[in-house]
């Protein structure tokens, strides 16, 4: 069914497709709408879903930890300071291997306050043993949820998933999107199979242990281990969704990268104003590639790396910064990544607290990023795309 | 016990058998330890009843002593015994 819905309306659509056992919220901008509607849903006994209006989000997600340990299917909403506050417990949900699902519509972090779009609210969470994903726009903000779901689930994995969409950007918008019939949906999620549920009172089990020195260190390297195994379930999963849909997911996206001699590199909605620029400088002959990340926990090295190998420059834009280290998040593992290649890697800081990326200023990365190539010099590797 | 490998634990630190507590020798903790004075003890069992670690060991109500393996040296039962009877040795001294 084709049908226009905003992003905030398309993710409530898709978790009542999906009907949860249970969803724990507390509302935040730009995400409040999705959980009015999911609400509605609700009330509407359109779902089964256990709706707990919690008193804040640490509450929220600890209501969902709680209820991913007892044997059900949770899905939650945040942003921003939301998710800041759920700090503790995003560790929490991860070590206790809870597949939760939790979208979350990227705003900026206060002071001072900023309801608008950037990543420094899920860049805060890159280590927190959740899987992240990025979409470009809300056709993939729906896509998202149901794959998540399976990613989450699948037992080599076991472990929560964020689904990131651009606050206002895409939370506010109203798009055109493919939307998938109830029973499809069911048939792709498939029956919610828990592993040692609390409620299972006749095998009994104890969930967060104190865990010392003499095994602590064991949890966390099977945590590395899940998050390495995931690499192959995000793209199994993103096949066999494009098999369904007819829109298949991989962990990056790549556009003109071929032959390309420079790369641009970005998450998100900003993908979908990178593409325009790169196919503007095609014409003016700079042979610019677009990779868009889809993936960012775990990180797709092997990918990046054979997606970038054989350019001269590349430039990675990040939506937040990382202050006092050297370039935002992105950047910092984009270069990495490219360890002993022979590419120059530079980083464009743009687009905190919402302010607009515009064609002109990625086109204008893209030149500078091609002189980087020409002339084998980097003015400055740390750049600031549209700060007065 | 032999300390498992990642690959043989489950995840999460979670524990599904039962009852293992026992397993865990908490003995360790302890920087102090109780010491029984067996002519000053009454068997009022005192020591018994407030023992967090069920580590006073009792045979048909009577004292037999002092379960090292398990006992922290919280101090609980030197400090209620009425009789003086139990008193808190720095580990290594006596």
Known sequence: MIQALSGNAAVAYALKQVNPDVVAVYPITPQTVAMERFADYVADGDVDTELIMADSEHSAMSCCIGASVAGGRVITSTASAGLALMWEVLYVAASNRCPIVMNVMNRALSAPINIHCDHSDAMGARDTSWIQVHAENIQECYDNIFQAVRIAEHENVRLPVMTNMDGFTLSHATERLETLEDPQVQKFIGEFKPLYPLLDVDNPVTYGPLDLYDYYFEHKRQQVEAMELAHDVVVKVGEEYGKLSGRKYGKLELFKTEDADIGIVVLGSTAGTARVAVRAMREKSVNVGLMKLRLFRPFPLEEIKNALKGMKAVAVMDRSDSFGAFGGPVFSEVRSALLGEDIEVVNYIYGLGGRDIRQDQIEQAITETAQVAKTQKVKSYVNYLGVR | ?94
């Open chain 2, 1 to 94: 016990m032999k300390q498992k490998g990642w690959k043989e634990c489950l995840w999460g630190g979670l524990i599904v058998d039962a009852g293992n507590s026992v397993l865990y020798k908490t003995g360790d903790w302890r920087s102090q330890k109780p010491v029984r004075d067996t002519e000053k003890c009454t068997d009022c069992l005192q020591c018994w009843i407030l023992c967090p670690d069920a580590s006073v060991k009792v045979e048909n109500g009577k004292v037999v002593g002092i379960d090292y393996d398990y006992c922290k040296g919280c101090g609980i039962c030197a400090k209620i015994c009425p009789f003086d009877a139990i008193e808190m040795v720095q580990e290594g001294e006596e």
